[in-house]
């Protein structure tokens, strides 16, 4: 099954048999709220009323002063391999996360005067107030290690305000006025607007005046009241600032020479009925890329996918009824999988780099959650913030890797001891049902290796959450789709495993012309990217990775692994 | 032993520490001042502060641009300080928040404008008969059927928010001559005239589940306000008028029933489930078909002829290959849609006049950005399955001619002629045919979808002359 290709006769009954989009992005789960916890030194500061507390405490330890301690023993982790279920931290350093809530659309920009990128995203709460998403960032010089900047722009205080909460946008410096704009969507439901963009001003990035006046009406321009959202503002070939706009399955498109007036130069289509959300428009080498994120309610669909053209004009074109003029790469311009959304990108002048955000998930226990991938509605919204680098290839078709910072945080090699293995000799696996299972993980992982297969058809996959009492594990299969294709599935292996889960496939490539995989997969605690030589990324969701073990895995054929490691931060 | 020693030297610490902290309770907060907004203005008109909600409501004009407004008065509490000057500029086409802070305290006050509207927004005489309002002319004009004594109606009116009305609604009123009604609201002011016209005997009705026109489904009701606007002497009228026998239908020609139902009515079974009113009107409506009254019968409504006797005894020839979406999910028209006039049929009345385009033989019907719920009420023809093998053999089978036809043949537009005395039908189940649709793309310019009302124009014509 080939499920990047389709076809547009399918979009009836996708859209007939589908609800519609729209208001998804105020579909938000309610979970209870999380409590201060009282520590003791919360207690002790309550002041004269707690002072019989640090008596009783003196007490206590008195009486406790003869007893002896033995210690429970260790947990032998190095030398078992039966099923852990481990905990995410409260925040994720490297695919970041906050301690408390989690990350939406990130916009990123390069800040030149200060020489970093400031990755600004919608801060989500389990519980949201009547006026949600405030911007907050982070700073970074390389993708990989991130400097949290908390609160950067406020939502409004009153239900009644246009900015009563906040959608995406976009941040950008005036070298011509020395000033930084954020260009943002106010969002407010219960005005006959619901989405208007508007804008903010600051000489630092640090105090932000929100413009009382200026605004920008979908409305005022022919464009829809509902769905007028996530402005994205470049240079376009005639120096001029260009801004586009999402509205309701069309491009809005204004031109600007201050970034204060802006002038309606037109619009162009999306894809069919296909909403695209936050578009980002940049030029690299010879060609002008338009990266988006596709949000129409179908398994295959709510990817981040690119067009690309040698104009801006051309590129704009790439939409145009009756055939979508999809990048040459084989796979209709995906980026990445279903566990990656809402990307944009962000250029130091050397690397251009891209980020998105992989949806965390509910569920009971680890298996729930890894296998609640939003097949029958939509993946939930908001997660950890995803980094790759945008790789540039010859023909001037884009894919993904890791950024170069990446290597070099995991920089602690660990042993990657074999604990059990299945028809496993010399380095090479054959026969069916065959594996190599090494030793548990850590909570951020690199692991690297090489795989080459016995012929064009052999598959193979890596398997996470792997004990070896498991009865349900998570594999990434690199799937035979034929002889020259090949495409990255989630299963969840094991005998009461469900097997291949719909919608979590990803990602379909080439087979390598001399059958070998450089694979490199970084995890932060539930977050794992695999990268296959330059030509395939994929991102996926996989709790209960940490203090578990992993394995290669043969299914049928023949393959050669080499070059195992392991390296962790 | 030391390390225990040490916890009690810590523990008693502690508690030394408590007691030496416990005299000094004196706090640097300020926390005294106020943060209250004691005078406001916009462009000079003065806000009404509301000490309670926190709120100042300014009340403008009923035509006034509020993109761009200009801060002219500005009062707050001794030493406070607010987030917007006096003499700011501020966009109030939705609520702006002036931040107050004195000290260590602050309050917020929501500021918002209040246009001095004076409008009527609804028309309703005795609760029934929905009067049609041209706000350009301030107008209202309401068609009640004969037999209502206009000496004595009673409207339900609605109008602008904290406007004042007379004469007032709900009041007893003579409609023998039209009627002024005044709107005023602060600085706003209008005047409706109003006018009731008395249709003694209707030539055309347009039937439907709902008490009034008013509570029909959107679908159904952009079609019957098209028919009251452009049908002389026509008149709404709900089922129960009709079982109840209160209408005198000695002049009324045709009879249209414009059906819509969300996710569509799939067959015959269906049919009978769902349209329970309707058949519990058919000893009416078939008195009414064979003393020679016309029907025009659109979407769902095509099942009918098959219950009041026009298809024969056959009770089994309704369409047999139906669907349909909602309206608030209806698809997006990518381009025109269209179905074909049927061979030898281009010369039909119900093909006249209407926009030509690419292909002389298709009936265009809507346009690019119109969202269509493809309602369809179709006849498959074929030998795989549906009974119809051939049009011929539909022909046979229901007694009616093949006016219209889809892509891979279905019938789609057909009628029952007018014979023995009995009058004229005709029934269109295109999913094309659709009045309404819940939102247009930008930029959308109607031009085919003027069809559907020429070909209901057309239609009417042809079953009355």
């Given at each position: 099954?080939n499920t990047t290709i389709f076809s547009k006769s399918n979009n009836y009954l996708q859209e007939y048999l589908l609800p519609s989009l729209a208001g998804q992005r105020g579909k938000r789960r309610l979970t209870k709220c999380q409590a201060p916890r009282a520590t003791e030194a919360y207690l002790l500061s309550r002041g004269r009323a707690s002072w019989g507390v640090g008596l009783l405490l003196a007490f206590c330890l008195l009486s406790c ?124 439901v219960l005005l006959p607007n619901h989405e208007v963009v508007m804008r903010a001003i600051s000489s630092d990035f640090k105090t932000w005046t929100k413009d009382n006046v200026w605004q920008l009406k979908g409305t005022d321009y022919g464009y829809d009241a509902n769905d007028f959202r996530d402005p994205q503002i470049f240079t376009a070939e005639d120096g001029l600032y260009h801004m586009v706009i999402a509205s309701k399955l069309r491009f ?318 | ?47 009404t502060i509301d000490l309670a909600s926190h709120s100042i409501v300014v009340r403008l004009p009923e035509v006034y641009e509020t993109s761009a407004m200009k801060v002219t008065t500005l009062t707050v509490s001794d030493g406070a300080a607010c987030n917007i000057a006096q003499g700011a500029t501020l966009n109030m086409n939705a609520a702006q928040v002036l931040h107050v802070t004195n000290g260590e305290t602050f309050l917020d006050w929501t ?355």
């Amino acid at each position: 099954m080939n499920t990047t290709i389709f076809s547009k006769s399918n979009n009836y009954l996708q859209e007939y048999l589908l609800p519609s989009l729209a208001g998804q992005r105020g579909k938000r789960r309610l979970t209870k709220c999380q409590a201060p916890r009282a520590t003791e030194a919360y207690l002790l500061s309550r002041g004269r009323a707690s002072w019989g507390v640090g008596l009783l405490l003196a007490f206590c330890l008195l009486s406790c002063s003869d007893d002896d301690f033995t210690a429970d023993p260790a947990r032998d982790w190095a030398g078992t391999t039966t099923f852990f279920a481990p905990t995410d931290e409260a925040g994720f350093n490297t695919y970041y996360m906050p301690a408390i809530g989690r990350c939406g659309d990130p916009m990123p920009f390069y800040d030149q005067k200060a020489g970093e990128y400031k990755v600004l995203y919608l801060q989500e709460y389990d519980n949201n107030g009547a006026c949600y998403h405030p911007f907050w960032g982070i700073s970074t010089k390389d993708g990989a290690n991130y400097t949290p900047l908390g609160e950067v722009l406020p939502t409004g205080t009153s239900t009644a305000q246009q900015d009563a909460s906040l959608g995406t946008g976009c941040a950008i410096y005036n070298e011509k006025d020395g000033l930084y704009y954020i260009y943002y969507t106010g969002y407010n439901v219960l005005l006959p607007n619901h989405e208007v963009v508007m804008r903010a001003i600051s000489s630092d990035f640090k105090t932000w005046t929100k413009d009382n006046v200026w605004q920008l009406k979908g409305t005022d321009y022919g464009y829809d009241a509902n769905d007028f959202r996530d402005p994205q503002i470049f240079t376009a070939e005639d120096g001029l600032y260009h801004m586009v706009i999402a509205s309701k399955l069309r491009f809005a498109e204004f031109k600007s020479s201050d970034m204060k007036t802006w002038e309606h130069v037109g619009s162009f289509p999306m894809i069919w009925d296909r909403m695209c959300e936050c578009p980002d428009i940049f030029k690299m080498g010879d060609w002008w890329y338009l990266v988006y994120s596709e949000g129409y309610r179908a398994a295959w669909s709510r990817k981040v996918k690119y067009m690309m053209a040698p104009t801006f004009d051309a590129l704009k074109a790439c939409f145009n009824d009756p055939g979508a003029n999809w990048p040459k790469d084989g796979h209709e311009g995906v980026l990445d999988s279903r566990a990656f959304y809402a990307a944009k990108t962000a250029s130091n002048g050397a690397d251009r780099l891209i980020w998105g955000w992989s949806p965390y998930r509910t569920g009971a226990d680890i298996h729930e959650k890894n296998i609640n991938v939003g097949a029958d509605g939509e993946p939930n919204w908001s997660g950890a913030l995803v980094c790759h680098k945008i790789i540039q290839h010859t023909d001037g078709t884009l894919t993904l890797g890791a950024v170069p910072a990446m290597a070099s945080k995991y920089n602690q090699a660990v042993s990657a001891n074999v604990m059990e293995s299945n028809g496993y000799n010399g380095g090479t696996l054959s026969g069916d049902d065959a594996y190599v299972l090494y030793k548990r993980l850590g909570t951020a992982n690199h692991i690297s290796f090489t795989i080459k297969t016995s012929n064009n058809w052999d598959k193979f996959g890596i398997s996470f959450v792997r004990g070896s009492d498991s009865k349900k594990y998570y594999t990434i299969v690199v799937n035979p789709e034929d002889e020259n294709h090949r495409k990255v599935n989630f299963e969840q292996e094991g005998t009461e495993g469900k097997g291949f889960i719909d919608a979590a496939d990803g990602y379909l490539f080439e087979r390598p012309a001399d059958n070998t995989y450089h694979i490199d997969i970084y995890t932060d605690n539930s977050v794992l990217v695999l990268y296959i030589n330059d030509v395939c990324a994929y991102t996926q969701r996989i709790y209960g990775i940490q203090k578990n073990c992993w394995s290669i895995n043969n299914y049928g054929g023949s393959v050669t692994i080499s070059d195992v490691k392991v390296s962790q931060q | 032993m030391n390390t225990k020693l040490l916890y009690v030297f810590f523990a008693l610490c502690a508690v030394c520490g408590l007691w030496s902290c416990s005299e000094d309770n004196t706090s640097d907060l300020q926390l005294s001042g106020d943060c209250m907004v004691e005078a406001f203005a916009l462009d000079n008109y003065e806000g009404t502060i509301d000490l309670a909600s926190h709120s100042i409501v300014v009340r403008l004009p009923e035509v006034y641009e509020t993109s761009a407004m200009k801060v002219t008065t500005l009062t707050v509490s001794d030493g406070a300080a607010c987030n917007i000057a006096q003499g700011a500029t501020l966009n109030m086409n939705a609520a702006q928040v002036l931040h107050v802070t004195n000290g260590e305290t602050f309050l917020d006050w929501t500021v918002s404008v209040l246009h001095d509207e004076a409008r009527i927004l609804s028309f309703v005489i005795n609760d029934i008969y929905t009067g049609a309002i041209d706000q350009a002319a301030k107008t209202i004009t309401v068609y009640v059927p004969a037999g209502v004594d206009i000496t004595t109606l009673v409207p339900s009116i609605t109008y602008s928010q904290n406007a004042a009305i007379t004469p007032a609604s709900g009041a007893a009123t003579d409609f023998t001559q039209p009627v002024t009604y005044t709107v005023t609201n602060n600085s706003a002011m209008s005047t409706y005239t109003v006018t009731v016209i008395c249709i003694d005997k209707p030539a055309a009705l347009f039937i439907g589940s709902a008490a009034t026109m008013s509570e029909l489904d959107s679908e159904a009701k952009v079609a019957c306000e098209w028919m009251l606007g452009n049908v002389a002497n026509s008149l709404y009228a709900s089922f129960a008028d009709l079982r109840a026998g209160t209408l005198d239908l000695s002049d009324c020609k045709v009879i249209w029933w414009h059906w819509h139902v969300d996710g569509g009515v799939d067959g015959h079974d269906v049919f009978v489930a769902k349209a329970t009113d309707a058949l519990d009107t058919k000893n009416e409506l078939r008195a009414f078909y064979e003393n020679g009254g016309a029907l025009f019968l659109t979407r769902y409504a095509t099942n009918l002829p098959s219950f009041i006797g026009a298809t024969g005894d056959d009770e089994w020839t309704t369409p047999n290959n139906c669907w349909g979406q909602n309206e608030d999910a209806a698809e997006l028209c990518g381009g025109p849609w269209s179905f074909r006039i049927f061979d030898g049929q281009n010369d039909h009345p119900l093909w006249q006049n209407l926009i030509q385009g690419d292909n002389a033989n298709e009936v265009y019907c809507t346009d690019a950005g119109y969202h269509i719920t493809n309602s369809t009420a179709q006849y498959h023809i074929g030998t795989d399955w549906g009974g119809y093998d051939s049009h011929a053999a539909w022909e046979t089978r229901t007694g009616g001619k093949v006016l219209g036809i889809g892509g891979d043949g279905a019938v789609v537009a057909w009628e029952y002629p007018a014979h023995d005395g009995k009058g004229g039908i005709i029934c269109i189940g295109s999913g094309c045919y659709d009045w309404y649709s819940y939102t247009l793309e930008p930029g959308y310019q109607e031009n085919y979808h003027k069809n559907i009302a020429t070909m209901t124009k057309n239609a009417i014509n042809y079953l009355t002359k």
